[in-house]
């Protein structure tokens, strides 16, 4: 796991996202701390693919294949295929990773 992963989950000990976040970075913090609701809403708002990603992986977590795979093609992505939480690291390590 990566530094900037690690870091990434320790925040979630806290009561917002870092406020260096992105949209997509922000409704992952919010799916990492469980509240759908709130990371769903970020996401929505984000109009890059790594919001697409971070969608896609939020209808996963509510078991909707269809939508989620509107959002996977959206992303440039096939669907994901890893266990959810597996895949929460993966996004966040090519969140984290883009150039700022």
Known sequence: MSGALQHFRDSLAGAAPPTDA????????WA??????????CAQEGEDS??????AHLHRIEGDAGNAAYWYRRAGRAPATLP???????????????PT
């Open 50 to 55: 790594a919001a697409a990603l971070v969608h």
């Open 32 to 41: 990492g701390r469980g509240d759908w609701d709130r990371a769903h809403a």
């Open 22 to 29: 992105d949209l997509a970075l922000q409704a992952l913090w």
């Open 84 to 98: 959810l939480d597996a895949e929460w690291a993966e996004i966040a390590e090519h969140i984290l990773a883009r």
